[in-house]
């Protein structure tokens, strides 16, 4: 008699928008049982707004550490802080809710922030290929001639419509978070377009249908809530 034994497949999830929420970020992992065996695509925007930007990078880089299979994106969020650094636009990312950041940090200034954290969001990509699956932050300029080039389009765009063209795409997926949308509109997003927006606004809680974090299996198509039980 003959034994078959089929691999399973290790799942991989794509996560974005965090946006300083530990407690949410560490609920997810425990929704879809995170182990070594999960790749995970982080598609930016850790600090910013929450309570807990700090946590959510210790978090991260604890994982990575660890030995998990983890990539890390870049958002607009980290492009500003790391703007701000170099003293580019200070003032525009503490609008953005960048105070938040350095209280979780207990620092008054963005150049008290530790070196170990700097590296961390210096390290960055602006965009991932994972199979047939392209993963930004934003979004992608298809008309232009080298699109994953266009640095401002993978971390700001937004009015996907204006920048899709099919041609390029071929026969391609895009993830991408940075614009949020209700629970019930992630759950129920036709891929017409091969895109597909996993932006819950985690920090928005004045609305029921907002105020999570999305985590998207790539492999099943299947989505994942921070406030699932």
């Not at 266009?150 to 920048?163: A, C, E, P, V």
């Amino acid at each position: 008699m003959t034994v078959e034994f089929k691999l399973k497949t290790m799942p991989t999830y794509a996560i974005s928008d965090i946006h300083g929420n530990k407690e949410k970020l560490a609920r997810l992992f425990k929704t879809i049982s995170l182990g070594k065996t999960h790749k995970l695509i982080f598609l930016g925007d850790y600090i910013d707004r929450g309570l807990n930007s700090k946590g959510v990078l210790d978090l991260i880089i604890n994982l990575k550490e660890s030995g998990y299979d983890i990539t890390t994106l870049r958002g607009n969020h980290e492009q500003m802080i790391l703007d701000a650094i170099k003293g580019i636009n200070l003032e525009l990312w503490l609008r953005n809710a960048g105070e938040q950041t350095l209280s979780s940090f207990y620092k008054f200034d963005v150049n008290q922030i530790p070196k170990l954290y700097l590296d961390f969001l210096n390290s960055t990509s602006l965009y991932a290929i994972h199979k047939h699956f392209i993963l930004v932050h934003a979004g992608i300029n298809m008309k232009l001639e080298k699109p994953l080039e266009d640095n401002h389009s993978l971390l700001w765009q937004r009015k996907w419509w204006k920048y899709y063209n099919q041609k390029w795409l071929e026969n391609r997926t895009v993830i991408h978070g940075h614009t949020p949308m209700t629970k019930r509109a992630i759950q129920h997003q036709k891929i017409q377009r091969s895109i597909i927006c996993i932006d819950n606004g985690s920090y928005m809680t004045h609305n029921p249908e907002f105020g999570s974090i999305c985590a998207y299996n790539l492999d099943s198509g299947e989505y994942f809530f921070s406030d699932e039980k």
